[in-house]
């Protein structure tokens, strides 16, 4: 769904009614490449506004950060609120690709 609208506005700022799982995932999976990748990221990372961000998009930051050990991340004066992320008062389902185990998403009430 987002992807066309993406040659215009980060996936991670588009509005995010309608989405299906698969939706969430795809968003997911481009949060975690950018994550993983920091380095070659970094003015992306860097440029990141999470006031802009809805809250299961800043949940899946947060996610993918906390799973990856990278918490020096949330030291960046943009990602410092981050690390106050709550638990979504709903599960997001990002489609069932695995991940079953206990970890901080299943905390944050993301479920794949």
């Known amino acids: ?5 993406m040659q215009k506005l980060k996936p991670y700022y588009i509005e995010q009614d309608n989405w299906s799982s698969d939706d969430y995932y795809s968003l997911h999976r481009y949060l975690h490449r950018m994550v993983l990748h920091s380095e070659q ?11 802009r961000m809805s809250e299961k998009t ?5 996610c993918i950060i906390s799973y990856y050990h990278l918490e020096k991340l949330f030291e960046l004066a943009n990602l410092s609120g981050l690390a106050e992320c709550k638990p979504l008062s709903e599960p997001l389902v990002l489609s069932e690709h695995g ?6 998403y299943y905390r944050m009430n993301v479920m794949f």
């Open 58 to 62: 800043k949940v899946l930051l947060y």
């Open 99 to 104: 991940l079953k185990e206990e970890n901080v």
């Open 41 to 51: 990221k970094k003015d992306e990372i860097a440029d990141l506004d999470i006031d």
């Open 1 to 5: 769904m987002w992807v066309t609208t």
